[in-house]
């Protein structure tokens, strides 16, 4: 008999560093006890993050472990997921911590984002697998609730913002990838307003469960006789089980589980191909009726955009648990003796938190995890303010809707990217051990590995950012982000502390607007083979960017409050640390970015010069 699995929670997070962020540097409370967010305090929106930081310590993350461990498996013909996550799925929905961000009129306590993206980010921290599930089935609430007839809001979007049923979303098919606009699954008109939907779709995260009664999967389709590429695909509601009017379930609907895939992480979520009409009866619904016929690109993104935040959260999520916990091990594990007595054999052995380079890779941990949490909470923020703007303001709402729009390739990748380099220095820093499943961060670098490549790989968000956000209101976006970090440069360039450190930021601002001028070029001068080889780098330069301006802007606020703050009392280490992170990161990672675009300059094509022959003759 093997021996059951130990349920242990392994997950931390830093809710000083949330609180810090949400109401000392970007002043989330000046939005709240208004229009949308009467109902949100300060004090409302501290017990909420307390309480779910609690929660998940003691519900989902004591089973991250046991998903990682068990993963998913097929029984007669369905997905049985890991135990304890139908409990947990029950308890999540129970606890409300799913439905904060949802609207009222569906249930929801209509949050700010910035809020609901922090509560994902416990979720996702404490158990990754497990929060894929609740995470798709409140996306595609979100969008039958956007684009949905009545009917269909009124059937479908309580029973997914209340956990009732799941949903997925199903882009992509085995020979196309990322390739979308390839796709072969074919939607035939019935004459009732269905469609009869045939084809295979895989990569489907949640495909299949047994948490809930019902999957609602979003699939995109081409109605036969539509344009090729992706202007010709229609996204259909094409639930596992038919349900009638008021939601009672009737006969299975011919989506059938073809495999799941077996992977190098998040083991706990289940990823499948899907099979649409095998035996001719499946059947899905146009999301808006017949006028939306070939508008499945537009309605989908609505969920893409939230889904490409969410993994950035992902990727946060796991470094800051990663990072905090090899903190804990560094203070506790004594190894070597200090520098100072190196060549004394007899010398009492210190906490590796003592040695230089555990300290370098902490602190670097530090900065980056602090600064991409900076960066999502920049976005939340605008999106939090454009809410609160809306009939109000609506220049003012332009502009904030621009930078979101800018921000979300950058949180998308940056977050993946650095979220599993992140991962990578903790196991260094634990040595050995850290390599071992004795410690959690192994599994985080397993898991987080996936981010940087689903919900759209980190070159198509690089693409995304230079090919269409760069010049989305004729670069007037692009000129506004700039600007910004131009007026703190200006306000702080002479501080006695940060001025340094502000000055460089000055030079990276410099770099990336020429960057960005360069790019404009290639493209308007035909030379479009080079903007793919530098849309990775550009994209990082500007994450770089941004991150280190964040952290600079918390430095100095941190700078001041420490101030009025005991050398005794708590605060004045986090604000210690704060301008520490910021100023390690200006002078370490900051200074790359000016270097990076004299590498856009140098206008390199190697990789489209090399005869395809010539990498390798094997």
Known sequence: MSKPIQAINRYKADLREMFFLLFEQFRLQDLLGKDPFEAWGEEEIRQSLSGCYRWVREVTGP????????????????????????DAWQKLFEA???????????????????????????????????????????????????????????????????????????????????????????????GDGSYALSGTKCFITGGDQDLTENIIPLVLARVEGAPPGT????????????????????????????????????????????????????????????????????????MMNGARIGVGIQGLAVASSAYLNALEYARERRQGASITHWKDATAPRVPILEHADVRRMLLDMKARVEGIRALALKLTHHQDTVRSLAGKDEKAAAYHQGQVDLLVPLVKAYGSDQG??????????????????????????????IFSIYEGTNHIQAMDLVGR?????????????????????????????????????????????????????????GNLSLVPLAANRFLEMMSELTVAWLLLEGAAIAQAKQKDVAPEHPDHAFYVGKIHAAIFYARNVLPAVAFKAELLGDEDKSPLEIPDAAFATT
């Not at 472990?65 to 997921?81: A, F, H, L, P, S």
């Not at 600007?483 to 006695?496: E, P, S, T, W």
């Open 63 to 86: 089973l991250n472990v046991v998903g990682d461990t068990q993963g998913c498996r097929i029984e007669d013909g369905r997905v049985k997921t890991p135990d304890g996550f139908k």
């Open 96 to 190: 409300g911590w799913k439905t904060m961000g949802a609207d009222p009129e569906h249930g929801g306590a209509g949050a700010p984002y910035s809020v609901t993206v922090l509560i994902e980010e416990l979720c996702s921290g404490a158990n990754t697998s497990f929060t894929t599930y609740p995470g798709l089935a409140f996306g595609v609430g979100e969008v039958v609730a956007a684009f949905g007839t009545p009917e269909q809001k009124h059937l479908y979007c309580a029973r997914l913002f209340d956990g009732r049923w799941a949903g997925t979303m199903c882009l992509t098919e085995p020979h196309a990838g990322s390739d979308v606009g390839s796709a072969r699954t074919v939607a035939r008109k019935n």
């Open 231 to 302: 202007k010709g695909l229609t996204l259909f509601i094409v639930p596992r089980i038919r349900p009638d009017a008021d939601g009672a379930l009737g006969a299975l609907n011919d989506v059938v589980l073809g495999s799941i895939e077996h992977k190098m992480g998040i083991n706990g979520s289940s990823t499948c191909l899907l099979n649409f009409g095998e035996s001719g009866g499946c059947i899905g619904w146009p999301v808006g009726g017949e006028e939306k016929i070939n508008q499945g690109m537009p309605q989908m993104f609505k």
């Open 420 to 449: 599993f380099r992140v991962c990578e220095t903790a196991i260094q820093t634990y040595g050995g051990a850290g390599y071992t499943r004795d410690y959690p961060v192994e599994q985080y670098c397993r898991d987080s590995k």
């Open 469 to 525: 956000k760069l010049g989305q209101a004729g670069g007037a976006n692009l000129q506004a982000y700039l600007g910004d970090i131009l007026a703190f440069v200006g306000k702080n360039r002479d501080d006695a502390v940060l001025g340094p450190a502000v000055k460089r930021l000055a030079l990276a601002q410099e770099a990336v607007a020429g960057s960005a001028m360069r790019l404009l070029m290639w493209f308007q001068t």
